[in-house]
Structures are given as C-alpha cells and as structure tokens.
C-alpha cells in the first residue's frame, strides 16, 4: 500500500500500510511512537488526545482536534504538533512552565490535552485577549481533568496565554514536499481526498455504479463520505465500524463557503461550526441563538473540524441544527455528478437516522432566508453538562409578531421523535393569534400529541416530555410579556 504524508512537529514523514480506519491517535502512538498524546474514552469527551493541525503551508492558524477520532488519513499533507512537538529542545512552553509552577498536575494523564488546549488558544491571533478568563476557559472546555482541579490549571492559563510565542522551532512550511499524488495513488489506502465537487460526483457515481469498487486484493464496498469524522469516527471507535472506502470531502473549497445574495444564506455543507460561530457573532448576521446553539455546540476540538452538512446527514434527531434550521424554514440542495435537486429540510428527514440522500449523493449547501430580525428566533437546549454534551431535548423557536398578533410561528424540537420535528399543529394554534388569547394548558396538550420521546442513557421519555413543554411555554411566556 502507498503512504500516507504528513508533517509531525515540523519533520516531514511518510508511513506506509495505513489501513484506512487507522485513527491519527493510533497512527501517532503506534506507528510514530509519540506516546504523549494519552487514550482516555475514545470518543471526542475528554480531550486527552488533543493535538493542533494547520495546513502544511503554514498559512491557516493550528486548531485543536481530538485525535482519537481524526482519521490518519485526513492529516495528508498537513502539519500536526504534539505535545512532544511544543517544548524548544531543553525550553518548555510557556504553558507547560506555567502548569508546573501553578502545580496544575497531580496523575498528569489530562495534562498533555490541555497543554495543546492552551498552547493554540495562545497563539491565536483573533483572539487579542487571550489571557481573558471567559475565553480561556472556553479553550478548555473540551479537556476533562479529573483530579487536579481547574483552579490551577486556569490559573496557569492565565499567567502564560498573553506571554506565550511562536512555535518558530517548528520550521515546517520550508521542509513540506508538494503533493504529487494522484487521485488513483490515494485510493490505495482507501481514504481519498476529493478536491472538487466534480472529482466528488465522479467517484459517487462509479461507486454507486460498480456497486463495488475493484481494488488490488479485495472488493471494496460503496463509498463512506467524511467531513469532519466527529460522528463517524465514534461509530468506528465504539462500534467497530469498518470502511474500506472511505471519500474525505473536508477540502473542497466550494463546500465551505458562506454566501448571500439578497436576503438568502448559503451555507455549504462543510463550513465547520467554528467558521459558523465566527459569522453568526459578527454584524449582520448576528444571532443570539445561533451563538447559543454554537457555544454549547460539542468543545472547541469539535466545533474546529465538526461541519454543519455532517450534522444534519447523520440524521440523528438530537443534532442541534436541525431544530434550528427546521425552524427558519431552511432548504437543503442534494448533488449528484449528473443532477442537484433542493428540498426543504423538513422532507430531508426520512426516519431514525435515515435521509434522502440517494447513494450517488452528498449535501452540497443548507439554504435559508434572513429573518427580518434574527431577535424572533430563539434557541434552548438542555444537556446533562452545560458545555461539551449532546442535547437531551432542544427547542428551536421562531415568533413573529405584529401588532400583537402571531404572524409566523415555526417551532421545531430535537431529541422527542425518531427524527427532528417541527411542531405544525402548535404552530396553528397560534397563527392569527393574540399570545393573551392563547390557552397554555391547550397548547402544551397539543404538543404532548405529536410528540413522541424516548428514554434512553440521557434523558427519560417523561424527562424528555416535561422539558420540551416548558420550553415551549417560557418563550410564549416571555413573548406574552414582551408584547
Ligand atoms: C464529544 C462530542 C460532542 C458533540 N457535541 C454535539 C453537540 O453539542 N451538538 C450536536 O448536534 N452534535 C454534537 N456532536 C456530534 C457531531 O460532532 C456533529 O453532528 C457534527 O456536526 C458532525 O459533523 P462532521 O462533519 O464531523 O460529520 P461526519 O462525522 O464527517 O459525518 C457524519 C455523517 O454524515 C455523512 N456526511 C457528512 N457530510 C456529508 C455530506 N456533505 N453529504 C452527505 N453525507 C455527509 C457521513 O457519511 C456520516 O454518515 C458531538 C460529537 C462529539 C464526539
Ligand atoms: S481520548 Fe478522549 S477525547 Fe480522545
Ligand atoms: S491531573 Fe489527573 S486527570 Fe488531570
């Protein structure tokens, strides 16, 4: 089998027999023997496996991801940094000088995650107060310790965030090789990279075609797409899926962009959450709620490679976006090499994890309307963890009011219903309506009827029941009194 080639810690490395579901974590620990980066649970959680990533040009700024579910083979002709890769020879970081002297370690087992965690946040250039506590404490909020505390390691954070430098020992734009492969080459390990829409629907399309694909020794089944692989790498983990064929769609430009044109957003399906919750807190598009859903969205490791497309095509009916783009009326276009069709998000939803993607298709974009004023749309989610943790139940909410009157009511719940649902028939009751003639008994009977929880490890059906109708109930509540 071909290689695979990256840069770790500024030295240029190619490694051969890469299976394709190899995950950066293993290839670190057990290929390259960089035992730093620690296992913990395996599933993005507890951030001990936290290193940072950058294009191999060094143009883009690292980010942290959770290697224990990066794919080996999505680090092509990138650059990873380690925590073997942050000290300057005999030098320490500055961070790592700081958790010393703060004594901001006991078993150390989480230390490395938050070195990483601390060391990108302090070489962030967006980010001019860095040493601001708010902000730290958001750098770590994807890294567990269970042992030491946060005081100390804040308290480290904040003594060398500000003061902390460059990585400059880590010269690696001047050593990275310029990628000559072919797309036929990448196959061999069967992760390709598709670097176009085109290349992606011409793959799609033999796949679907062949129904198999040949390759040197074994069959290969149709094609698993990835884009930030934090949904599909935890079923690899914890359910021992196995893909021999494995289409990475991260870097295709045109998938990661934001448009508009006149009041319409188009939001291609691989723009990260971080990318989103850049544009969502910046004018015009300034939305509370959307900055709500995004700040509780997973930890920055996972905002940093999770894309809004891989949340929705993974159908799962506690996925916060759904909810919120459920209730702007949003639409999704499908492509295929030969055809693209656009749906409402409403008709994508099929079934328990099931979508209308068709096996030669992929999501291209979400479209949606600019809300005359994004104050209508509010966002409520409730978890067992404030930060970094999946939604028991998730209201998505658009009042619209004029002269005291409901003129548009979209409402949209998570985590109640095999699939994401908007609520139609409590939003009739409503339509036409003044909120101070609105029965709240009567509305939240209506929404018991077409909901249908479960109870599973987060939340029981009832739990799930209750929450849904409070939710529902404060924001006619505070509508009510708004008015
Ligand atoms: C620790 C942790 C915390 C999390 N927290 C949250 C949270 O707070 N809220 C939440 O909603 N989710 C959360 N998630 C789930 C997950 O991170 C998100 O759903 C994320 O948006 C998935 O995007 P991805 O790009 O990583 O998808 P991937 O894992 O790459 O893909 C997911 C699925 O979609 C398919 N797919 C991806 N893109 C496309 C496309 N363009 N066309 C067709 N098919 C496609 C893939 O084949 C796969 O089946 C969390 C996950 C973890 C591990
Ligand atoms: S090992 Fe816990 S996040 Fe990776
Ligand atoms: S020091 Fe032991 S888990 Fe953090």
Redesign the pocket.
Known sequence: MTGLRTTVNGLSVEIGNVDATTSLLDLLRETLNLKGTKQGCG???CGACTVMIAAADGQAEFRTVNAC?TPAGAVRDKHVVTVEGVADGDDLHPVQQALIDQHASQCGFCTPGFVMSLVAHSLRTDAPKRGAREKLVTAISGNLCRCTGYGPIIAAGLASCDAAGQLDHLTYAAQQPTSTETPSQQADIGYRIARSEAELGQWLQQDSAAGIIPSQSEPRTAA???????????AVNQEAQEHANIID??RIES?RVISQEQQMLNIG??VS?EALLEFFTTPPNRSAAVEELLR????PQ?RH???????L??G?P????SPLLLALDAWVTLKSATAARTLPLSEFFLGYRQTS?AGD????SVQLDIPSSWSNLSFEKISKRYE????SVCAAIFLDLAERTVRQARIAFGGVAATPVRVRKVEDMLLGKSLTDVDDGLLTNSLASVITPISDVRASADYRMQMAKTLLLQRVQGARKAD
């Open positions: 599933s993005g959680d579910i698993k797409l990835i884009a930030g692989a934090t949904d599909a790498w935890v769609i991260s998938l399906a691989c959450h509780r969205f997973g930890s996972i490679a999770g894309t809004i497309g891989g949340n095509c993974g799962s506690i996925a916060d976006w993607l298709e992929y999501l291209a970094d943790d999946i939604s």
